[in-house]
C-alpha cells in the first residue's frame, strides 16, 4: 500500500498467476511415481484429470512389455467409457453425477456401461472400493485400473491408472 507498511494482493498477481499450469504442475509432480508403478506393475502408468464431462489424459509413462498400450496422453473421453472417468464420476456431487447421467452416453466397444442404473451402481463400487477395473469399455483389448487422488481439502482432482493389453498376457 503506497506510502505504508502494509502490502495487499493486486492485479500483478493475475498476472502472475496466468503463468501457473496446473496440468504442468501435475503431471510433473507425479511422474517419478508414474514411473515406479510402470516398473513395479509392468503396465502402463497414466494420469488424468477432469476436463468437464470428459476424462484428459495428461501424463502416461510406458511399459517395457513386448506390446504397448497406445499413449492415451492428450485423448479426452467421455467419463462413463473408461476406469479414470468413472473415478472421477463417482466423487462428483449426487446432483452432477444425475446430470451426467441423464444424457445419451456413447458406446465404443459391447463392454461400453451406458445404462444409468448400471453407471450408478459402478460408481457405487468405485466409492466403496477405492478404485475400478475397466475391461473392454473403452477400446476392445485394453483393460485398466483406476483410483482417485484428491487435494488437501479431499476433492478428487486426478486419477491414476494402469492399462494392458488384454492379449498380451
Keep these: 500500500v503506497p ?10 498477481l493475475i498476472t502472475l498467476a496466468a503463468g501457473f499450469s496446473l496440468t504442468r504442475s501435475l503431471a ?5 511415481m508414474l514411473i515406479d508403478l510402470a516398473e513395479s506393475s509392468g503396465e502402463a502408468a497414466g494420469l488424468a484429470m477432469p476436463d468437464g464431462d470428459l476424462v484428459h489424459y495428461i501424463d502416461q509413462v510406458d511399459t517395457v512389455q513386448p506390446v504397448l498400450v497406445r499413449d492415451w496422453t492428450g ?12 473415478v472421477l464420476l463417482a466423487f462428483r ?5 444425475e446430470r451426467y447421467l441423464e444424457r445419451p452416453m456413447e458406446r465404443f466397444t459391447d463392454h461400453t456401461l451406458t445404462d444409468a442404473d448400471a453407471v450408478r451402481e459402478r460408481l457405487r463400487e468405485v466409492r ?9 469399455e ?4 485394453i483393460s485398466s485400473i483406476a483410483a482417485p487422488i484428491a487435494d488437501a481439502s479431499g476433492e478428487v482432482i486426478v486419477t491414476d491408472s494402469l492399462f494392458t493389453d488384454n492379449h498380451a498376457r
Excluded: C, K, N
Aim: overall charge positive; proline content about 7%; charged content about 20%.
Design 138 to 141: 473403452f477400446e476392445a483389448g
Design 3 to 12: 506510502g505504508d507498511t502494509s502490502y495487499r494482493l493486486g492485479p500483478r
Design 28 to 32: 510433473a509432480i507425479a511422474r517419478t
Design 93 to 97: 456431487t449426487p446432483a452432477a453425477i
Design 75 to 86: 485423448a479426452r473421453i467421455p467419463l462413463h467409457a473408461v476406469s479414470s472417468g468413472q
Design 128 to 136: 466403496r472400493q477405492g478404485y475400478i477395473w475397466a475391461m473392454d
